[in-house]
């Protein structure tokens, strides 16, 4: 849930603020990472009143960066949005060269957020399932495209006005087609690595992972989105089009977690595979 929440909160601060430049929906993005994947860390802390011991190794760990990139994403994302929330005596504003300023920062900070999980399971040498550089590319795209399901979403359940609705949709068909392309070379890599990753991939599509990896994060997350981005082509609009495209963006999100679900539960240890042996 960390992995999940922390890519699709900051996908969505990007997505809310560089194309619909939708404060609502901004400050869902920044609050999703900041709560969200905050508190799904913490459940998971074995002693909670440590966790600033997390910070205190990025030269090594990519754990550490990642939770500092989650700071300084907050800072920044926090300090742009602050004009805009009820904190009107701030000296800029989201126009100002100073508030674009930290914009920018923000949505640097933001991809590093989204990025960065990906980096951590490539780093796990000993788990060939995840150690692949697919890892990092394949998470940020997954980020983004969760990114623009979020923001459909909430500017749907607030009332709000899409704007540029045709590039989003085009941008969303762009990054479900590039999410399946990753996902086919990430199973082909798998099948002609190691026996560890091989037995992964047999795990993936034979057992009961299949369910996950298969039917919702391939079919239902990838497959029938994309072919619900092309409502316009079908001759539909109005409502109907409305509720297509929140289905196409409940499923993608739902794919989402279940490919991050799906290739967590698949890794394995190599050494531990070849002592099965």
């Known amino acids: 849930m960390a992995l999940f929440l922390g890519g699709i909160g900051a996908g969505q601060f990007v997505i809310s603020t560089w194309f619909i430049h939708s404060t609502t929906s901004a400050l869902v993005g920044l609050l999703i990472v900041v709560v969200g ?66 914009w920018v920062a923000a949505v640097l900070s933001a991809s590093l957020v989204m990025v960065y999980d990906g980096f951590v399971l490539a780093s ?30 909430t500017m749907t359940i607030t009332g709000g006005e899409i704007l540029n609705q045709s590039t989003m949709t ?52 990838l497959l029938v989105p994309l072919t619900l981005t092309y409502y316009d082509q079908l001759g539909v609009g109005g409502t109907v089009a409305s509720v297509l495209l929140a289905a196409s963006c409940v499923l993608e999100l739902a794919g989402d977690l279940s490919v991050r679900h799906s290739i967590l539960r698949a890794g394995l240890h190599a050494s531990v595979f070849s002592e099965g042996f």
């Open 124 to 153: 796990c040498k000993s788990i060939t399932a995840w150690n692949t550089a697919l890892m990092p590319p394949l998470f940020f795209t997954y980020a983004i495209a969760g990114g623009v399901a979020m923001t459909f979403l």
């Open 170 to 221: 085009n941008l969303d068909a762009i990054l479900l087609t590039t999410m399946s392309a990753l996902v086919v070379i990430y199973i082909a890599n798998m099948a002609s690595s190691t026996p560890t990753a091989r037995e992964s991939l047999r795990r993936l599509t034979t057992t009961k992972l299949a369910i996950s990896f298969i039917g919702f994060a391939i079919v239902a997350g």
């Open 37 to 102: 994947k905050t508190a799904a860390h913490l459940v998971y802390l074995g002693q909670p009143t440590r966790f600033y011991r997390l910070f205190l190794r990025p030269r090594t760990s990519w754990i550490s960066r990642g939770l500092i990139f989650m700071v300084v994403f907050a800072v920044f994302a926090a300090a742009y949005l602050a004009p805009d929330v009820g904190f009107g005596w701030v000296p800029w504003t989201s126009e100002t060269t100073l508030g674009q300023a930290l």
